[in-house]
Nanobody, 116 residues
Framework: QVQLVESGGGLVQPGGSLRLACAASGFTFSTHSMMWYRQAPGKERELVGTITRTGGTTNYADSVKGRFTISRDNAKNTVYLQMNSLEPEDTAVYYC?????????WGQGTQVTVSS
């Protein structure tokens, strides 16, 4: 059974940093690209970024480029989202996701709130 469990969210002041983690199980992690999404109140879920199976290539939404970094540790079956220079507009529930056998699988999400 595919499971994705996010952690690391919380309340942070503008300009601060957070690192989210997503622990994966139930599938061969090292052979799957991973994605981070977010959904702000009243808005549609949006793609934050992606990382390939080996971690050799990452892509980011323009809104987070230069501030967020996605990495992965295939030995730990974990993908990370390092978020720096956080802005109030980054407030959202953050989800990790992957496509397994043609279906997108989601974690439960972790709340990130950027506020002074």
């Amino acid at each position: 059974q595919v499971q994705l469990v996010e952690s690391g969210g919380g309340l942070v002041q503008p300009g601060g940093s957070l690192r989210l983690a997503c622990a994966a199980s139930g599938f061969t992690f090292s052979t799957h690209s991973m994605m981070w999404y977010r959904q702000a109140p009243g808005k549609e879920r949006e793609l934050v970024g992606t990382i390939t199976r080996t971690g050799g290539t990452t892509n980011y939404a323009d809104s987070v480029k230069g501030r967020f970094t996605i990495s992965r540790d295939n030995a730990k079956n974990t993908v990370y989202l390092q978020m720096n220079s956080l802005e109030p507009e980054d407030t959202a529930v953050y989800y990790c996701a992957t496509n397994v056998l043609g279906f997108t699988r989601w974690g439960q999400g972790t709340q990130v709130t950027v506020s002074s």
